[in-house]
DNA sequence: TGGCTTGAGTGATTACTATCACAGAAGGAC
DNA sequence: GTCCTTCTGTGATAGTAATCACTCAAGCCA
């Protein structure tokens, strides 16, 4: 349960009064690690900010393949949640909980109400967007210009600087985020581990170089 | 030279005054067909609104290939032009004028200082994030999912939703959009010829599928 | 008209990735 | 320990796209 001082510093910088009103109108959730936030399809009635833990943010496509996008981890928010006050669209992507995480869940009358109230909100929505337009402009770059064995080591990088040296992942869930099969995950790893780049466990791999 | 008139259908929903500050403060600017507006690795001084003709967003990588990313029409704004009130980032893509354009400039100040004084323009800055991000989404899910042949036709119904059923596109540019080669772009235009999808012509290709 | 440039068509070859078919290793359950 | 499930490693094969090497066609222009 985050307190104010919690919310200040995860997301510094707006006004007092919004500090309050957040706390006072936005719902907590906890969701489980691995369990599913939002999915393809459904209608997003909130916008999450993540206090806790760690979201994956996927496109999905039509015969349920997930292509991973980008983290969302504390004191960020999500993009996608964030376009329904001008309209009643779908999710495009998913979000699964990768880590127990906990967001604080701001009905979509006071994401819109404080747009026009708080400039730091406003900011902050922007600043928001921005980042996450980045992050794909980014994904689309890896994925239109780079092979496999490149878009692996950055997937790989990215882990790291989320999770740690050590990241718990099988060479299948590898695979399904980078939309390739367990096969040629395990041989490009292989190759990175003779190259002495990590050392590959079972379940999880270990990033040995600097 | 776009009046207030223009502006307003252009534009809709922005508040009078703002109107009138548009026309005071941007700086209109015209570029030919082919010209390049904004180039990779260039900073960002200004926002650009669309008033006549279309605008081919690209992402580009260090080798210098183009990765076409989107269109901009009249009424519509580049989003990665309004980063930069947070910071002095430089361009990640390139904007390269189709038709003859013209373009409303507006210099980050105004930009950032509506923002606090329009309400009509912050939504219009989130709605343009908004539809830009929705877009990328689509890139991403139709490079990450989709063979060559399926990408082709997504791109080529692009164009003709832009320009018409008769396009002038050769073989050539169509493979540099898609990051793809010659060759393999004119055997399967060819296949979609031979199924009555279009007729190739030199340097043009007219869509014939309803 | 003939040369020249640019664009398009096509076969052959190569490279990369996906898929299939197993074998073997690791670890939990009993 | 033994069984069983899950994960990993690896060869063989297939499919898609890129690259190479040409030929041919269209249109300019002198």
């Known amino acids: 349960m985050p307190d104010e001082l919690t919310l200040r510093k995860l997301f510094p910088n707006l006004e007092d009064g919004l500090y309050e009103e ?46 991973f996008v980008y983290h969302l981890e504390p004191g960020q928010a999500c993009a996608l949640s964030m376009v329904c006050n001008f309209g009643h669209e779908k999710s495009e992507a998913s ?24 400039k730091s909100w406003h900011y902050f929505v922007i600043k928001t967007y921005r980042s996450r337009y980045n992050d794909l402009l980014q994904t689309v770059n890896e994925i ?34 980078l939309n390739s099969s ?19 466990h079972r379940n999880s791999f270990e990033w040995l170089r600097k």
């Not at 210009?145 to 950055?154: A, G, K, P």
């Not at 740690?164 to 399904?176: D, M, P, R, S, Y």
């Open 22 to 67: 957040l706390l006072q109108y936005g719902n907590v959730r906890s969701f489980a690690a691995g369990s599913v936030i939002l999915k393809k399809g459904h209608p997003i009635r909130s916008t999450m900010m993540v206090i806790e833990g760690v979201v994956k943010l996927s496109q999905d496509d039509d015969e349920g393949d997930e292509f």
């Open 95 to 118: 979000a699964k909980a990768i880590t127990d995480v906990v967001v604080l869940s701001i009905p979509l009358q006071y994401m819109e109400k404080w747009l026009g109230e708080y």
């Open 144 to 177: 239109a210009f780079r092979n496999m064995d490149e878009r692996l080591e950055f997937y790989l990088l990215k882990q790291v600087k989320q999770f740690g040296n050590h990241v718990k992942l099988t060479h299948q869930e590898i695979a399904n985020d």
């Open 182 to 200: 367990r096969e040629v995950i395990s041989r490009l790893m292989k190759k990175m581990e003779k190259n002495g780049w990590i050392s590959i």
